[in-house]
């Protein structure tokens, strides 16, 4: 069972509820690897605006959002269109298509003048309307609610929390659109929305229409759904939080099969500072950054292709 749990009694230590709250969250974080908030200080307005806002984006013809493409453009900010990514070697590229975003480094221009991939500047499309401002507020605040539950979580499995405070001052948190059209009737046993994989930072705070779709792989095998009604959320944990943690925290595998429904959701990428050593106690440093761009360039097609040339 994928523990549910009250983000505020979680977060607030004075909260009755406390205990219980970091009692489900250490079963979620060190034995499943996932769980699902409620209680959050994010409204389900505010995420089905959230949402409408990247379906209208989605939506538009392929020829409109091709100025934004990834692949095109060599930004990590913009549309990934449907193959773009491969998450699984032995898959065929996922079926679904993306829009990234990320912290507005305009604002930060010591960051933006590092020139790394993950601190790119934004790209806004002209459509849909709001696009713009809709994006970064959202941003802003579950970046603040993905700190808070991060050191909370940190904290219940035995971590410093107030340690991982600081790591996040600059975080390359990444916001993402999800957009999966109906299961393509060309799809194969090999083709998914997103095939399996693990998240490569450290916690995803993902909003989701409230539609099945994602599976979490147990460890006995078999897959268990996980769906989370907008204002909650689900959270899993990524590749480096568990190295961080020397495993105290999981990265559990999970995928997205398709249905005949067109699913939207919003991950984001609780990515740390590019110079955070996400590494074990003990061991030789490993940069975030070092970690991030390594995964982006195992699953972007046109990186993969870039380094690794077809002819
Ligand atoms: O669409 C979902 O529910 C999951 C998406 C996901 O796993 C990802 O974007 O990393
Ligand atoms: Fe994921």
């Known amino acids: 069972m994928i523990p549910r749990i009250d983000a505020k009694a979680l977060i607030d230590p004075?909260?009755?509820g406390h205990a219980n709250a970091r009692a489900a969250a250490v079963t979620g974080a060190a034995d499943i690897g996932f769980l699902t908030v409620y209680n959050t200080p994010i409204s389900a307005r505010t995420v089905r605006d959230v949402i409408e806002t990247y379906r209208a984006f989605f939506h538009l013809p392929a020829g409109q959002k091709?100025?934004?493409?990834?692949?095109q453009t060599g930004s990590n900010r913009g549309w990934g269109a449907q193959g773009s990514e491969q998450v699984d070697p032995s898959a065929n590229p996922d079926y679904k298509q993306v829009f990234d975003c990320g912290l507005p480094v305009a604002e930060h221009a010591p960051l933006a003048a590092l020139n790394l991939?993950?601190?790119a500047p934004n790209i806004w499309p002209d459509q849909p309307a709001g696009f713009a401002e809709t994006l970064p507020a959202y941003y802003r605040d579950t970046v603040a609610f993905a700190l808070d539950l991060l050191c909370a979580i940190a904290d219940a499995v035995g971590e410093d929390g107030a340690y991982f405070?600081?790591?996040f001052s600059h975080p390359m948190a990444l916001l993402r659109g999800n957009f999966y059209p109906e299961r393509p009737a060309w799809a194969t046993d090999k083709d998914f929305g997103i095939a399996t994989h693990t998240d490569y930072g450290?916690?995803?705070l993902l909003a989701t229409d409230g539609s099945a779709g994602l599976e979490v792989r147990k460890r006995g095998g078999g897959w268990i759904p996980v769906a989370a009604p907008p204002g909650e959320f689900v959270i899993n944990f990524g590749e480096m939080l568990e190295m961080w943690t020397a495993k105290r925290i999981v990265a559990t595998p999970h995928r997205v099969i398709g249905t005949d429904a067109e699913r939207i959701s919003v991950p984001l990428f609780f990515n740390p500072n590019h110079d955070a050593d996400v590494s074990p106690k003990g061991g030789d440093p490993i940069m975030a950054v070092d970690?991030?761009?390594k995964r982006f360039n195992e699953t972007y097609v046109h990186l993969k292709d870039a380094v690794n040339p077809k002819d």
């Open 117 to 119: 991939p993950a601190y």
């Open 202 to 204: 450290c916690l995803t």
């Open 14 to 16: 004075n909260d009755p």
């Open 165 to 167: 405070r600081d790591k």
């Open 291 to 293: 970690h991030l761009q």
């Open 66 to 71: 091709a100025a934004y493409d990834m692949a």
